[in-house]
């Protein structure tokens, strides 16, 4: 499914080097974590995948099916089945959580060549997908994540996944500002995805997270590459650990 | 006497180096017709004494500092191709329809009159002795203090027509002033009065051209505990070139609110002078402007002067305005709370979202307060596109034009709350995503 060979990005304005050739390949239906120290990398390539403005990529591809993404516009990568989920959700003052998803919704079909959905189907899908989030009315109508605290901010992400029923998840410490509950809510949410058809990247620093999603593999990024691939063991291995091992082995 | 001979005998004086010559002035009144007597003789009287002292503006006059006042002086207009006749916004809405034709009332394609709570006449009806003879040209030279609207008496000189409205009731069916052109040089002045008696409710809507060069004047006296709503939508060619006035006086427990929208035109002047002179009071005063500089020039300006001259009242002044392709946006804003106005709650807000380098937004926000106990606060603030939120917006799949779109509402959003109505606020919420929507590319 997601397939990134020897990916090399730098910042365009100041021109330094994020990402030194990070190779990651997930086929689909499999769940893939990546863990790393601060700074490492791992944001910077979610929003590289996703085609966020301000990255060069120097060299190396990331392709989806086997179709390169980077030439693609942000909006014809989320048409072609890729999500974000953002480590740090962005407020739209005056965009109402609903008339935001069903924007999407029907933007993305459109662009695949579906009919859009009305707004009674609409609403009874988003309506159910949010119960099982803990998502109330009230929050489906305020504005995009404008005073959401964290965690609800998280959930609505997960929310957003949900209904726009990406083939790719790309999940930036969605578990971060989550009480254990949320936690349980979100990782529910994100099971109840899993598919044969679908694939997960799950960046997190907590092993806690992948108690409850369980990864088929775990990869390791420090300083712009991933240094070290295993399976569930490698997350325990981190947690227990920390990276100082593992960063010595790979010098 | 007739009027014509004290204005044209003459040339009138020139205070100041300031103001545009005396000549300039002349020639403009030579070039409109002038209304002979009728029910306005006196006010007429005195506002050409007026502006004869008072002159036109010059490009140096404090409040003409960022408009050009050059178009307003000139003694005709440019001639402007007449458009085609298009749906109206409002046509969903059930509505008093009266109808302007360069500047002119047409009773034929106007609703009949008679309305429940309603007493309308066109200037050309009254005669002397009406009630409007108290408010013509009254709350307009009020409002002359502290700054001279010299266009405003311009105005209540030569306006040849107007709706004279009285309000006796709760009017629930909005009227709706609707203007249409015919020639393609109309040069038109407008001049309304309108009195909502103690517990009065009334929408009024305006729409449409109103002339190839228009000045309008709106006189509203908010009695006691009346409610007024004011809605106004101004089109691409409906106004090239326009000044428009709004004069109010709002009474005890009485509420005014007046929103605009205005997408495009050429050089646009609004000018709002609200005065607050009861209890308890409640004045909003909103416009939502989109300017793209590629159609033409685009300057629009909205100077907006509040006074609070009692106690406990509330002011809102809220201003967006969206700039592209080289449209500049101009907000002038006071509020002037009186020494004893205590318990003033006076905001001001004016935003300008540029969508690229060549616009700009310029603002004026000003406060002058001779009381110790009230609430006042001002805000200005110009800034581009949210990156980030568009961003957001792509990664979900929304296409950049639409995500913009979206955007652009949502800047928007605070001025359109100031409408009300559901379904007002739905009908220029669908003008603005029209507008928006056919222009995303450009
Ligand atoms: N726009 C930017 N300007 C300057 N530096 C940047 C920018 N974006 C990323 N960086 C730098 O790139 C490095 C990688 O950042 P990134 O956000 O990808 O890390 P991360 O692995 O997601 O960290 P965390 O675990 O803290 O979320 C950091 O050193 C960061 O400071
Ligand atoms: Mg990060």
């Known amino acids: 499914m997601l397939e990134i060979k020897n990916l090399h990005v730098k910042l365009e304005d100041e021109g330094k080097q994020i990402l030194k050739g990070v190779d990651l390949v997930v086929p689909a239906g499999e769940v893939h974590a990546i863990m790393g120290p601060n700074g490492s990398g791992k944001s910077t390539l979610s929003y590289v995948l996703s085609g966020r403005d301000g990255y060069e990529v120097t060299e190396g591809d990331a392709t989806l099916d086997g179709e390169s993404l980077l030439d693609m516009e942000p909006e014809a990568r989320a048409a072609a089945g890729l999500f974000l989920a953002f480590q740090y959700p962005v407020e739209i003052p005056g965009v109402g959580n609903l008339t935001f998803l069903r924007t999407a919704l029907n933007a993305q079909r459109k662009a695949r060549g579906e009919e859009e959905l009305s707004s009674a189907e609409f609403l009874k899908i988003v309506r159910e997908k949010a119960k099982t989030l803990k998502i109330d009315g009230e929050m489906l109508k305020r504005p995009v994540n404008v005073g959401f605290s964290g965690g609800e901010k998280k959930r609505n992400e997960v929310l957003q996944m949900a209904m726009l029923e990406p083939r790719m998840c790309i999940l930036d410490e969605t578990d971060s500002g989550l009480d254990v509950d949320a936690m349980r809510l979100v990782a529910d949410g994100v099971n109840a995805l899993r598919s044969p058809e679908r694939s997960f990247l799950v960046i997190t620093h907590y092993q806690r997270l992948l108690d409850h999603i369980k990864p088929d593999v775990v990869h390791i990024m420090s300083a712009g590459r991933i240094i070290k691939t295993g399976g569930p063991e490698l997350a325990l291995e981190v947690e227990q650990n920390g990276y100082g091992d593992l960063l010595a082995e790979a010098n | 006497m007739a009027e014509g001979a004290v204005l044209t005998a003459q040339t009138p004086a020139v205070e100041g180096k300031t103001r545009a010559g005396g000549t300039a002035l002349a020639a403009r009144l030579e070039a409109l017709e002038l209304p002979a007597g009728g029910f306005a003789a006196a006010a007429r009287r005195d506002a050409a004494?007026?502006?004869?002292?008072?002159?036109?503006?010059?490009?140096?006059?404090?409040?003409?500092?960022?408009?050009?006042?050059?178009?307003?002086?000139?003694?005709?207009?440019?001639?402007?191709?007449?458009?085609?006749?298009?749906?109206?916004?409002?046509?969903?809405?059930?509505?008093?329809?009266?109808?302007?034709?360069?500047?002119?009332?047409?009773?034929?394609?106007?609703?009949?009159?008679?309305?429940?709570?309603?007493?309308?006449?066109?200037?050309?009806?009254?005669?002397?002795?009406?009630?409007?003879?108290?408010?013509?040209?009254?709350?307009?030279?009020?409002?002359?203090?502290?700054?001279?609207?010299?266009?405003?008496?311009?105005?209540?000189?030569?306006?040849?027509?107007?709706?004279?409205?009285?309000?006796?009731?709760?009017?629930?069916?909005?009227?709706?002033?609707?203007?249409?052109?015919?020639?393609?040089?109309?040069?038109?002045?407008?001049?309304?009065?309108?009195?909502?008696?103690?517990?009065?409710?009334l929408t009024l809507l305006e729409t449409g051209g109103i002339g190839a060069r228009s000045n309008t004047v709106l006189e509203v006296d908010v009695a006691e505990g009346a409610r007024f709503h004011h809605i106004a939508s101004k089109r691409a060619d409906d106004a090239r070139i326009g000044i428009g006035h709004v004069f109010a006086r709002v009474g005890e427990g009485a509420l005014f609110k007046s929103f605009a929208l205005a997408v495009n035109g050429r050089v646009m002047r609004n000018e709002g002078v609200i005065h607050i002179a009861g209890n308890d009071a409640v004045a909003?005063?909103?416009?939502?402007?989109?300017?793209?500089?590629?159609?033409?020039?685009?300057?629009?300006?909205?100077?907006?002067?509040?006074?609070?001259?009692?106690?406990?009242?509330?002011?809102?002044?809220?201003?967006?305005?969206?700039?592209?392709?080289?449209?500049?946006?101009?907000?002038?804003?006071?509020?002037?709370?009186?020494?004893?106005?205590?318990?003033?709650?006076?905001?001001?807000?004016?935003?300008?979202?540029?969508?690229?380098?060549?616009?700009?937004?310029?603002?004026?926000?000003?406060?002058?307060?001779?009381?110790?106990?009230?609430?006042?606060?001002?805000?200005s603030t110009t800034g581009a596109l949210d990156e980030t939120a568009l961003f957001y917006l792509r990664s979900r799949g929304v296409p950049?034009?639409?995500?913009?779109?979206?955007?652009?509402?949502?800047?928007?959003?605070?001025?359109?709350?100031?409408?009300?109505?559901?379904?007002?606020?739905?009908?220029?919420?669908?003008?603005?995503?029209?507008?928006?929507?056919?222009?995303?590319?450009?």
């Open chain 2, 284 to 379: 909003h005063i909103a416009a939502a402007v989109l300017g793209d500089g590629n159609e033409g020039s685009f300057h629009h300006d909205d100077t907006v002067f509040i006074t609070h001259a009692a106690e406990r009242c509330e002011s809102r002044q809220v201003y967006k305005k969206v700039l592209k392709n080289g449209a500049h946006g101009i907000f002038q804003g006071k509020i002037l709370v009186k020494p004893g106005a205590q318990k003033t709650d006076g905001y001001q807000i004016s935003q300008g979202l540029l969508l690229d380098e060549g616009s700009q937004f310029l603002a004026k926000p000003e406060l002058e307060i001779y009381a110790d106990d009230v609430k006042c606060s001002h805000g």
């Open chain 2, 49 to 201: 004494e007026r502006l004869q002292a008072m002159g036109l503006p010059g490009a140096r006059d404090e409040y003409w500092r960022y408009t050009d006042p050059a178009p307003f002086n000139a003694a005709r207009p440019e001639p402007l191709a007449v458009p085609g006749r298009e749906a109206n916004l409002f046509d969903d809405i059930d509505r008093l329809k009266l109808v302007f034709v360069d500047g002119r009332f047409d009773a034929e394609a106007s609703d009949d009159l008679t309305a429940e709570g309603l007493q309308i006449e066109s200037m050309a009806q009254v005669g002397a002795g009406h009630w409007a003879e108290t408010l013509y040209g009254v709350l307009e030279a009020e409002g002359q203090t502290p700054v001279k609207r010299p266009f405003a008496v311009l105005n209540t000189l030569v306006a040849r027509d107007g709706l004279m409205i009285r309000v006796t009731g709760k009017v629930s069916r909005p009227v709706h002033l609707l203007y249409r052109r015919a020639d393609a040089a109309a040069d038109v002045v407008v001049h309304h009065v309108i009195r909502l008696e103690p517990g009065a409710e």
């Open chain 2, 400 to 442: 950049k034009e639409q995500a913009i779109v979206l955007l652009v509402l949502s800047f928007l959003a605070d001025a359109l709350d100031e409408i009300e109505n559901d379904d007002l606020r739905g009908a220029i919420l669908g003008r603005l995503d029209d507008w928006l929507t056919s222009r995303a590319a450009g």
